[in-house]
């Protein structure tokens, strides 16, 4: 089969890394015929131009690399587009596979491979449509989550269901964590899907939109803690939001923001004023919610390190229980 990539982070790299290694050692001969991936961005202290991780690991492997600034043909990058269309129809390509790729696909390019475009969504379908499923599970509270593989369409991620593998939420899970597990599941199924898809064996099941949730991209803006929400929602938002955005806390005593990190939700019964420090230990520094008490254990300054409470506490003299 000849298969384009389109993808850029981390989560996406995972997911070529096994159509390549996949290509060398399955029944099914894989021909990957080109890597579609966003520009380059310019990161770190310095702001250097740093090529994206599906970039970076494409190159490696001497596949050819398209970064088209958009795809739209009638849009602001028309240029691009066109171009992108020209070099992509060239290739007769059997399928494209999108995983975290950035860009929304348009009509010409969701009709342009002989099979169309798999997308490797990371939740359950139709639960957290959108681009932040890892997250928004967590924040939740969801139990399970998982990878689905889903034809694409021209809707957001409202595409039939092709094959759907799940695993539990864990109790100290973290996105990053989470996603580490959901990148490795996303690419053995879509290995998986593209075999059945050789052997005709692909079936398409449609989603159940009344089921559906959105799952909305994460804002700089949803970092702070809100003490008067409970203890429970608070520690899940900051397993949610690690590493990014990042949850931040204001402390009594202490000038700026701090970053949470990890955090504990604790039961009490007592009635006290949310944002109120009610413990400070080396064990951790306990604050008043509406609902119970959320434990601090490792923050952050502003332009420092991690820090275990038990450290953060020796720098920090004029953190004290709230009278």
Known sequence: ??????????????????????????????????????????AGRGMQLA???????????????????????????????????????????????????????????????????????????????????????????????????MQMDDGLDTGDMLLVDSLPIHD???????????????????????????????????QDTSQATYAAKLLKAEAALDWTQPAEVLARRVRAFNPFPGTTANLPGVPEPVKIWEAAALPSSADMIPGSVVACEPTGIDVATSKGLLRLLTLQKPGGKRQAVSVFLQSTPALSVSQ
Request: glycine residues 8%; neutral net charge; hydrophobic residues 45%.
């Open 172 to 206: 100290d899970e973290t996105a990053q964590s989470l996603h580490d597990r959901l990148a490795v599941m996303g690419g053995d199924l879509i290995i998986k899907a593209l075999d059945d898809l050789a052997a005709q064996r692909l079936r398409a099941t449609p």
């Open 51 to 149: 090529a994206s991780p599906v970039k970076s690991f494409a190159r490696e492997h001497d596949i050819p690399v398209l970064q088209p600034r958009g795809l739209r043909l009638d849009g602001r990058w028309a240029d691009d587009a066109q171009a992108t269309q020209v070099q992509l129809t060239a290739l007769g390509l059997d399928v494209l596979v999108v995983a975290a790729y950035g860009l929304i696909l348009p009509k010409w390019i969701l009709e342009l491979p002989r099979f169309g475009c798999l997308n490797i969504h990371g939740s359950l379908l139709p639960r957290w449509r959108g681009a932040a499923p890892i997250q928004r599970a967590i924040e939740a509270g969801d139990n399970t989550t998982g990878i689905t593989i």
């Open 1 to 42: 089969m000849k298969i384009g990539f389109a993808g850029t982070p981390e989560f996406a790299r995972h997911a070529l890394e096994a159509l390549i290694r996949h290509g060398r050692a399955g029944e099914q001969p894989i021909d990957m015929a080109v890597v579609l991936t966003q520009p380059d961005r310019a």
